[in-house]
């Protein structure tokens, strides 16, 4: 199973930019979906997440802001990010609880960072 995310990249601030993620490989079914994010020095932090009946959640700080959303068919979950701050400047990564063909169980699989740079 991978994850392949991509959508970052520099923005000025209150720009908007759109995130993508889709999980690819042997797949038998996809729980919660979620991006994160760490900036220089930060831990890293949970930005927004979406269960596979569409029930999200947000981190206090993007409320408002940015929207997440996901298309079952194609494995795939979106953040779209508007009225960016600099202090979103951080790589973004997704993230999936992923149930394999092979495996009764649910495994955590993260994608590869995306960065998203804000300029004031």
């Known amino acids: 199973v991978q994850l392949q995310a991509s959508g970052g990249g520099l923005v000025q601030a209150g720009g908007s930019l759109r995130l993508s993620c889709v999980a690819s490989g042997s797949i038998a079914s996809i729980n919660r979906m979620g991006w994160y994010r760490q900036a220089p020095g930060n831990q890293r932090e949970l930005v927004a997440d979406i269960s596979n009946g569409g029930a999200s959640n947000y981190a206090d700080s993007v409320k408002g802001r940015f929207a997440i959303s996901r298309d079952n068919a194609k494995n795939a979950v979106y953040l779209q990010m508007n009225s960016l701050k600099p202090e979103n400047t951080a790589i973004y990564s997704c993230?999936?609880?992923?149930?394999?063909?092979?495996?009764?169980?649910?495994?955590?699989?993260w994608g590869q960072g995306t960065q998203v740079t804000v300029s004031s």
């Open positions: 993230n999936a609880d992923v149930r394999p063909f092979q495996s009764r169980l649910f495994h955590a699989y």
